[in-house]
């Protein structure tokens, strides 16, 4: 049974920083492609970030230049690194693993597998 847990969400000011961290259980950090979701209040989910096991990051246009995501394959996490943030940032923030991840002519795409984290509360705000 593969688990995500979540952690690192809060209250920021604009500009400010933080850093979501998703630990995987299990023996699928490793092989898996993984990625970042969020979901604004009344919004649909939208993939921010993801990256395959080995290889490239690939960002939304609204967050590159501010958000990295980094995989620590000793400790089986994926973080989000989140600078500069703005009020338009503030969301409930999902990790997801074992999605599908294609790479063509220079870009790339993540579909969503079926395992998510319970969500972290990010809230940007003066």
């Known amino acids: 049974q593969v688990q995500l847990v979540e952690s690192g969400g809060g209250l920021v000011q604009p500009g400010g920083s933080l850093r979501l961290s998703c630990a995987a259980s299990g023996s699928i950090f490793s092989t898996t492609a993984m990625g970042w979701y969020r979901q604004a209040a009344g919004m649909q989910r939208e993939l921010v970030a993801f990256?395959?096991?080995?290889?490239?990051?690939h960002y939304t246009d609204s967050v590159k230049g501010r958000f990295t995501i980094s995989r620590d394959p000793a400790k089986n996490t994926v973080h989000l690194q989140m600078n500069g943030l703005k009020a338009e940032d503030t969301a409930v923030y999902y990790c997801?693993?074992?999605?599908?991840?294609?790479?063509?002519?220079?870009?790339?795409?993540?579909?969503?597998?079926?395992?998510w984290g319970q969500g972290t509360q990010v809230t940007v705000s003066s």
């Open positions: 997801n693993a074992a999605g599908t991840y294609r790479s063509y002519e220079g870009a790339a795409s993540y579909s969503p597998g079926r395992y």
């Open positions: 990256a395959p096991s080995v290889g490239a990051t």
